[in-house]
């Protein structure tokens, strides 16, 4: 079934197997490729879709050190060439994708990808950011209307650090 955006817009975009979808101000580490890859069994392979880390091969060798090290492919994107060519991911690829910041996910959620839940990890604390129910989730104003523009969508929007901890699903947005 094609996205409906809020406007009643369909997508015409493919649909991929997007297994997972987070937001985490570190990409692609440690806790990602031992803890979430682990926890979703079916998943093959992780798109960073950061415009910044898209053009560093410095940052992209670190995280594929973490990917090869769970066993799944990474593909490097920025939020355009995301929006861009996911639609055209194989049958056979199981993605999940991340973010560093709620702005770029709704950017991909706003461009019709097909993204059904997105799941908040690290944010970290700056400027004038505060908590938001957890203290490793620090928003301002700006993040907060993404976050509920990401809802709007249709899409699910929750909180959870890690696989085993505590999943908070009513953010009050």
């Not at 798109?47 to 492919?73: F, Y």
């Not at 993204?115 to 700006?142: C, L, P, T, W």
Request: proline content about 5%; charged content about 20%.
């Amino acid at each position: 079934m094609p996205a409906i955006a809020p406007e009643g817009r369909r997508s015409r975009m493919a649909q991929p197997d997007i297994v997972f979808a987070r937001i985490d101000n570190r990409l692609v580490h440690g806790q990602v490729g031992a803890a979430w890859v682990g926890s979703i069994p079916t998943c093959n392979l992780i798109v960073v879709a950061n415009d910044a880390a898209a053009a560093d091969p410095v940052q992209q060798s670190l995280m594929k050190l973490t990917a090869d090290a769970a066993g799944v492919g990474i593909r490097f994107f920025t939020i355009q060439k995301t929006i861009n060519v996911i639609g055209k991911a194989s049958a056979r690829q199981h993605i999940f994708i991340v973010t560093k910041t709620p702005a770029d996910m709704r950017k991909l959620v706003e461009g019709g990808v097909p993204i059904k839940e997105v799941n908040i990890g690290n944010m970290h604390a700056s400027g004038d950011k505060r908590v938001f129910h957890d203290q490793h989730v620090y928003v301002d104003d700006q993040d907060l209307a993404d976050l509920k523009a990401i809802q709007d969508y249709g899409t699910k929007v929750y909180i959870q650090l890690n696989p085993t901890g505590r999943k908070i699903e009513d953010l009050g947005l």
